[in-house]
């Protein structure tokens, strides 16, 4: 049969042809080198979300210019962002487990580049804040898939290959990200920065639609638990709310108590809503073996640690008086060195060192960056090689890390397993925005900065902590290799 329009019988309906996944070309799905293809299309996923992250920092200074809005309003462009892909991930990716993986990453490409569009062409602060929530709809349809894609596609053997790969690509993202903002804030505008995605989003559709393989090990159809999302979502942006209101953001007094005592009230709620339900948002019993909740911890607190300095370092630096685009260019070291060393570890290291040894070493070398951070001056010749040693720790613990954690995972649930990942490390990189938000806001002067590197210094402990009181597998998960 061919992939055109009938099916035997009946003339094939649009929803079925907007419903369907094609299978990859013969050629494709029986090159040795098919599945190479795949995680190189998944990669532009990876570095197309990344890129956004890092480039949007980089507009912070011209938006509360333009909108003359203070920066705890502006910091809303991207924890609004990073809100909905916590609350979207998980269940977008138990949607996908069970609708097809490939449909889900192919609709994520097409909401993402329209909202792009819409982004740059936003006429006030708070239409953009509304366009990056669409945005952030297709990037969950994007990043919950990115994982189980990779792992699904690629051979056993080659999964951490295949992980750091991807890992690479979300570096390369986050590297060109910082000097690609600043070039296009300092000569063409701010608005350039949302535009950028849209002729990347163009070829990464079609792309997809000849590379990615279609779902064959599916999940049964569930009841959606939107009690459960509801309470997700209540949870994490009543927090994030409260410390924008501690951090400067015009709330009156009685709702920042109010949003402070909703947050435990509804995580609360979360956590006896899913282990009462049948069918649950976030499937606590694949949390029963602590060596995957000790991963996801380490997700969190590495993605805190990447993102803090993406917002606080373009602001010191322009501060101080340094343009734009030099301070993304000094920024630029952080995401390097993890793409250095997401990419190069592997070659370089002994072949007997576990995931677990890479970790240990990853968080250890980050811990030492930042207090040596806390120590120097946060001025230029002092931030490029800390700002490099800080990525090469994060390059070897992140994809170290991921592979345990889908090593625990059943391949059935690798959908929802990977959007329980990204969803960590979305809360991680938005809980980063805001803790260096309030630490400016908290202290002025050279203090500020100061109080935030302390915190991220405090919170590298988390990284290695877990890793000494639990070790954890080595495994790599599986799923559907080959598939057409």
Known sequence: MSSGVRIPGHQCTLVHLLTRENARPRTVREHPAGWWLAVATVCFGAFMGQLDASIVTLTYGPLRTQFHAPLAAVEWVSLDYLLTLVALLVPVGRLSDTHGRKLFYLYGFLVFTAASAACGLAPTLTVLIGFR???AVGAAMLQANSVALV???APRPRMRAALGVQAAAQALGLALGPTIGGLLVTTIGWRWVFGINVPIGVIALIAGYY??????QRARPARFDWAGLALLATSTTALLLAVSAVSGLNLPLAATAALTALTPLAAYGLVLR?????????DLRLLRAGALGFGLLGALCGYLILFGPLVLVPIVLVGHGISPLWAGLVLTALPAGFAIAASGAGAVLPGRWTDRRCCVVGAVTCMAALAAMLAAPLATPWLIPLLMMLGLGLGLYTPANNTMIMSGIPAHATGAGGGLVNMTRSLGTAIGVAMVTLALHLATGTVGPRLAVAGLTATSLF???PIVIHPRSRGA???DVGGQ
């Not at 590379?211 to 064959?216: C, M, V, W």
């Not at 899913?274 to 976030?282: G, S």
């Open 463 to 465: 990284m290695i902590i």
């Open 477 to 479: 998960a599986g799923g």
């Open 211 to 216: 590379l990615l393989p279609r779902t064959h």
């Open 133 to 135: 929530v669409v945005q």
């Open 151 to 153: 792992t699904t596609s």
């Open 274 to 282: 899913e282990r009462r339900t049948a069918e649950p948002l976030i």
